[in-house]
């Protein structure tokens, strides 16, 4: 067998895959975008870090195909490229990672708030009760 003919061969079947990969990256963000207008629509809480995490899942194939891609690259231009490309993408990565840690904090303290605020007003109704059993000893 001709080496070229392999070479043509194993190029092909690295940018099928690539492109398999790459396609599966952007059904995962797509389908998070839908996914996350119909949670806002509903008004859920947890909406904004479900969709970071789906974002980032998603990234994560898009470096896969990217990664896969330096196997088959033919000069410096095209590494340094695809160098830039993989180190953007994991730059976002990590800030969604940090857009989830604050936006998990931020929820964690809402819901301390509130429910020190169902803790006082439960107290609050205590005392009302007590006050209305001392009115009744009384009369």
């Known amino acids: 067998m ?8 194993f190029k ?67 590494l340094g490229t695809l160098a830039a490309i993989i180190l953007l993408r994991a730059m976002l990565t990590f800030l969604l990672h940090w857009e989830i840690d604050v936006e998990e904090k931020r929820q964690r303290q809402q819901q301390k708030e509130k429910r020190q605020r169902e803790q006082q007003d439960s107290a609050k109704a205590l005392t009302l009760e007590e006050a209305k059993v ?3 000893k009384e009369q």
């Open 2 to 9: 001709d080496i070229h003919l392999i070479e043509s061969w």
């Open 134 to 136: 001392l009115l009744q």
């Open 12 to 78: 092909t079947i690295v940018e099928l895959c690539i492109m398999l990969i790459e396609c599966a990256g952007i059904f995962i963000i797509v389908y998070s975008m839908v996914r996350s207008f119909i949670s806002f629509l509903q008004k859920k809480e947890d909406m904004r870090i479900q969709l970071a995490h789906d974002i980032m899942l998603g990234l994560q194939f898009k470096i896969g195909g990217e990664v896969l891609r330096s196997v088959i690259v033919s000069g410096w231009t095209e």
